[in-house]
């Protein structure tokens, strides 16, 4: 009888731990990446009364979250290598000091800048297999002369 006594507090380890290794849980990173195309404004006339307007699509995707979860990201759009130049976002030529002034915006009536802190969230719904994408249109101006 003291043997078996002595052996209670191991079969209670080895119940437990095999158990445990019975059902085992599922581990995955949860991960998002966002993807950008580019903004190609083509040739624009600077000197033009009008502005030139065109798109680009942001895309974030995510995986590896619970089904059904709703993920809210926020894609800050900052000032780029060219900064603010009278408070508008500016491309700096690729030689010498001339600037292109141009804006970014969230909205097709390119009234909302789309900045760092004034944010438009983008909604992901994750499916069943733990992934989601949401895209969203940004709006962009070249300012004519």
């Given amino acids: 009888m003291p043997i ?8 209670a380890f080895l119940t437990v731990f095999a158990a445990l290794v019975s059902f085992p849980q599922s581990a995955s ?13 083509g ?14 699509e942001l895309k974030v995707s995510c995986s590896g979250y619970a089904a ?13 290598s060219g900064g ?5 976002r500016a491309m700096q030529r690729l030689s010498g000091n001339e600037v292109l002034d141009f804006e970014l915006y969230s909205d097709g ?15 992901i719904a994750i499916s069943p297999s ?7 249109t940004i709006f962009a101006r070249v300012f004519g002369g």
């Fill in 84 to 88: 603010v130049v009278a408070g508008r």
């Fill in 68 to 80: 059904g979860a709703t993920l809210l990201a926020c894609p800050a759009l900052g000032a780029g």
């Fill in 109 to 123: 009536g390119r009234a909302q800048v789309w900045g760092s802190t004034d944010v438009p969230p983008q909604a």
């Fill in 130 to 136: 733990g992934s989601g994408e949401a895209t969203a």
């Fill in 4 to 11: 078996i006594r002595k052996l209670y507090p191991v079969l």
């Fill in 29 to 41: 990173a949860q991960s998002c990446t966002t993807t950008v195309t580019a903004v190609s404004f």
């Fill in 43 to 56: 040739n624009a006339d600077v000197t033009a009364a009008t502005p030139t307007d065109t798109t680009a």
